[in-house]
């Protein structure tokens, strides 16, 4: 299996600054693409951001575009989604997700295969 590990959620004034981190360990050989989804309460999770490891490619939702960033650090096995200029409705809990086949389905939540824990991510207006 993957495991993986987020970090980083915490409470924010709206235009602030978060840095969410996920750390993956086990067979981490075996994922092609990572991603972010997010949760918000009483919602459904919907895809924030996704790479794809060894080709370092990424996509990001449209209403973060520019605001948020997904990077990787190979040595460290370790995904980054930097947030910027964060607004209430980022508001969820955020989660870290491998997907272990190569797929264009980056952004469907059933496509990955191992999920992290999340963190709650909240920002106050």
């Known amino acids: 299996q993957v495991r993986l590990v987020e970090s980083g959620g915490g409470l924010v004034q709206a235009g602030g600054s978060l840095r969410l981190s996920c750390a993956a360990s086990g067979r981490t050989y075996i994922s092609r693409t990572m991603g972010w989804f997010r949760q918000p309460p009483g919602k459904e999770r919907e895809f924030v951001a996704s790479?794809?490891?060894?080709?370092?490619?990424?996509y990001h939702k449209e209403s973060v575009k520019g605001r948020f960033t997904i990077s990787r650090d190979a040595t460290k096995n370790t995904v980054y989604l930097q947030m910027n200029e964060l607004k209430p409705e980022d508001t969820a809990v955020y989660y870290c997700?491998?997907?272990?086949?190569?797929?264009?389905?980056?952004?469907?939540?059933?496509?990955?295969?191992?999920w992290g824990q999340g963190t709650q991510v909240t920002v106050s207006s």
């Open positions: 790479i794809r490891w060894s080709l370092d490619r990424s």
């Open positions: 997700a491998a997907d272990i086949n190569e797929s264009d389905l980056y952004y469907r939540v059933d496509e990955y295969d191992f």
